[in-house]
C-alpha cells in the first residue's frame, strides 16, 4: 500500500480558501507539530488546527479525494512516533477541540471532545465525587484522544483498568470524511460489531475520534501508600505477587530497580536510604484505595506482607502529602534518565508478572553485549516494565536501538507483548512481525484497506512497509 504524502500545489491552495487562519504553514508551528517525546522528528506541509467535527470531516474528505495524507494529532506526549508526518502531509491537531461536554452524576459517564487533558477530567469528575481512572504519565499534558488512540494506561491500570475499559461509545470521522457512532452511553450494549473498541488503539490508522462518552466510577474516599525497599528485585516481585494472591487488589504497585534507586535515592528518607543493599536493591510502591477504613486495614496488611517476605525498609504514608512524597520518588525517574543521557530509548514492554524477576535479571548481560545502560521500573502489578536503554554518547545509538531490540525478543520469549500502552506508531514498525504472526497481520492489513482504501489516516504507521494484502478478501486468498 502506497504512503500518501503532502496536498499539491493546487490542493495546498484549496485547503487555504478552505479553512483560512486555522491552517497553520508558519515554520513554528510546523515546528512544534514535527516531533513528539519520542525523539523522532518528521516536519508536516501544514498543521489544520480543528475547531470542529465539521472541518475534521472537510479535511479527511479533501484528503481521500485528492490523496494526500492526514495525521491525528494530540498534545504530542507519545512515545512511539505515531502523531508525526513521515511522509508530509497535514498534521489535523485535535487539542482545540477540548470542551468537557458533560458530566453526567446520575449516570456516572462523561462527554468530551478529543482535546481534553486528562488531568482536567480527572479533576472535573472529582469535584462531582466521581472518578476517572486512567493516570498515564502524562496526564497533565496528553489528550483523552491521543490516551484513546494508543489505549494508554499507567499506574492504576492493576485495578481499574485501560483508557479501553471507560470508552463506552464515540463519535470518529472514517478516512472517506464520513462520520460514524459507535457505542453506547450505557454500561452493556452487545448490539453489531464492537466498532467502539476497534478504533480505541487504533492508533488512529482506522479513523479520527471527535467526541467520547466515558465511564466514570464513584471517587475513592481514601488512597494510601507503603513503600518497601528489598535485597534484590526478586524478593520485591515475590512479595508483589503475595500481596495479589492473598485477596488484595492494590490500585497501583509500581517497582524501581537498583539503577533507578541510585538516580533517585537522594529524594528517599535517609533511614530509607541507609537500607540500600549495593547494587540490587529493588523499590515497590503499593497504594490502596477505599474507605477510610478499608484502606488504613489493607495498607497494614501490605506492610505486613512487606516485613513477612525480608524488606529492609519501609515508608508507610498514611497522609496525602506523605503519599504525595513517594509518589515523586517514582515520577522523577524518567525525567533524570533523560537528563542524565545523550541517548535515550524509551521501552514499555509487558510481561507475565511472575517473569518480571527472570526478564530484569537478563539486562546485565544485553548491557555487557551492547554497551548501554539499563533502567528498569514500571508496573509491577500487571507486568508493564519501562526500560530506558541509555548512553551517553550519541555515536552509540545504533547499539541502543539493537540492544531495545533485544530486550523486545527476551519479553516475547517470556509470553509477553512489546507494547503495553505506548503503541507502535513508526518506533516499533518494524519489530511487529515478531509478535503478530502472518495471518493475523494480512487481517489487521485487510480490515485498514477496507476502510482506508487510498490510505491517506495516518500513512506508515503500525505496519512495516509490505505489499498490500487487497483487503481482506485479499488476505483470505494470500492463506488459501
Known sequence: MQHPGAPS?????????????????????????????SGICHAPAAVLLARDEAQVSRLVALANAHRFAVIPRGAGTGLAGGCLAETGGVVLDLTAMNRILCIDADSVTATVEPGVLTGSLRRAAKAKGLFYPPDPASLDTSTI?????????????????????????LTAVLPTG????????????????????????????????????????????????????????EAAMRTVIAVMTRGHLPSAMEFLDARCLRLVGDLLPEHV??????????????????????????????????????????????????REEVWKVRRSVSSRIHEACAVYIPEDIAVPIGKIAELVAALPEVEKRFGVDIFAFGHAGDGNIHLNLTSPDEAARPRVEAAAEQCVRLALALGGTMSGE????????????????????????????????NNILNPGKLF???????????????NA
Open 464 to 478: 512495516p512497509d509490505a505489499p498490500a494484502a487487497g483487503g481482506l478478501a485479499g488476505a483470505a486468498k494470500e
Open 422 to 453: 505506548h503503541g507502535v506508531g513508526l518506533a516499533k514498525r518494524h519489530l511487529l512481525p515478531l509478535e503478530i504472526e502472518p495471518m493475523s497481520l494480512r487481517v489487521q492489513r485487510g480490515i485498514k484497506a477496507l476502510l482506508d482504501p
Open 145 to 169: 484522544g491521543g490516551n484513546a488512540a494508543t489505549n494508554a494506561g499507567g499506574p492504576a491500570c492493576v485495578k481499574y483498568g485501560t483508557t479501553r475499559d471507560y470508552v463506552l461509545g
Open 273 to 322: 536510604r541507609g537500607k540500600l543493599s549495593g547494587g540490587q536493591s529493588a523499590l515497590v510502591l503499593i497504594e490502596c484505595d477505599g474507605t477510610k477504613e478499608e484502606t488504613a486495614r489493607a495498607a497494614a496488611e501490605v506492610e505486613a506482607i512487606c516485613r513477612e517476605l525480608g524488606a529492609l525498609a519501609l515508608l508507610p504514608a498514611p497522609t496525602e502529602a506523605a
Open 9 to 37: 500545489p493546487e490542493v495546498f491552495a484549496l485547503l487555504e480558501r478552505e479553512f483560512g487562519a486555522d491552517l497553520l504553514t508558519l515554520p513554528e508551528a510546523l515546528s512544534a507539530c514535527s516531533r513528539d517525546d
Open 178 to 233: 464520513d462520520v460514524i457512532h459507535a457505542g453506547t452511553a450505557t454500561r452493556k450494549g452487545v448490539v453489531g460489531y464492537d466498532l467502539t473498541r476497534l478504533l480505541v488503539g487504533s492508533e488512529g490508522t482506522l479513523g479520527v475520534i471527535t467526541r467520547l462518552t466515558l465511564k466514570l466510577l464513584p471517587h475513592p474516599a481514601h488512597q494510601q501508600c507503603v513503600a518497601a525497599v528489598f535485597a534484590d528485585l
